[in-house]
């Protein structure tokens, strides 16, 4: 269903009680309200009712299948995303800014923004969008081409110790970094980047002794079907 968002809840719920299944283009509907209203449908509950999806591609990839089992929830510190708001909900609002489009344009329009939150489990999420972007290039005469970027997310957790052979007042310290990219379409291109910060200190007093990364960079087009490509629903 592709109608314009304001159709979405009163179509979606014919359809449902016609008993068809509705793949519901994004965003599904207008508020919180309306979804409350249209996906708890009493319909929905029954067992051989209509299935009711919404088209966020990406979460069926196997690329972003991939990334949930490299990462533990429990352990995340950081989130950052140049496109997509974490899939969770936050506690509390700490940063929010935005700027208009230059004067001579509509000054309802916001030209970049950046927010981050806190999550229950104290973790710092953050997005920033520019749909003006420019510059940015090592070139001359290049400062206002269109600024090209993949989508990116960043998903950094908490650092843990490690055993390894190593003198009794020293430790290992192990970050580990999940960065996928091009994750909103990864059936054409994507890349997940598995970055181990290693790091050797003293127990007394956290000095650095030495470090190193460990990167290892892993793709996922087929997942368990065995076809490379996932353009379509039908998995």
């Not at 420019?134 to 989508?151: F, K, R």
Request: with cysteine; glycine share 4%; net charge negative.
């Amino acid at each position: 269903m592709a109608l314009p968002n304001a159709y979405h809840l009163e179509w979606a719920t014919e359809a449902i009680k016609a008993g068809k299944h509705v793949l519901l283009e994004i965003p599904s509907v207008a508020n919180a309200e309306e979804a409350a209203t249209l996906f708890r449908n009493l319909i929905l509950s029954q067992l051989d009712s209509a299935v009711l999806l919404e088209a966020m591609h990406f979460r069926f990839h196997p690329a972003w299948q991939k990334l949930l089992s490299l990462i533990d929830r429990e352990n995340i510190v950081e989130v950052h995303s140049t496109e997509h708001v974490p899939r969770n909900k936050p506690i509390e609002c700490l940063a929010a800014s935005y700027d208009r489009v230059p004067p001579g344009n509509d000054q309802e329009i916001g030209r970049d923004f950046r927010k981050s939150w806190k999550f229950p489990n104290n973790a710092v999420g953050s997005i920033e969008a520019n749909f003006m972007a420019d510059g940015g290039y090592s070139w001359p005469l290049t400062e206002e081409l269109p600024t090209i970027a993949l989508p990116k997310l960043r998903i950094k957790h908490r650092e843990a110790i490690v055993e390894g052979d190593l003198p009794s007042d020293q430790e290992l310290v192990v970050t580990k970094i999940v960065t996928i990219w091009n994750w909103s379409l990864a059936y054409f291109y994507h890349r997940i980047d598995i970055e181990d910060k290693n790091v050797v200190r003293t127990k007394s007093d956290g000095k650095t002794v030495r470090e190193w990364i460990e990167t290892e960079y892993v793709k996922d087009y087929a997942g368990d079907t065995g076809v490379d490509s996932w353009k379509s629903y039908r998995f």
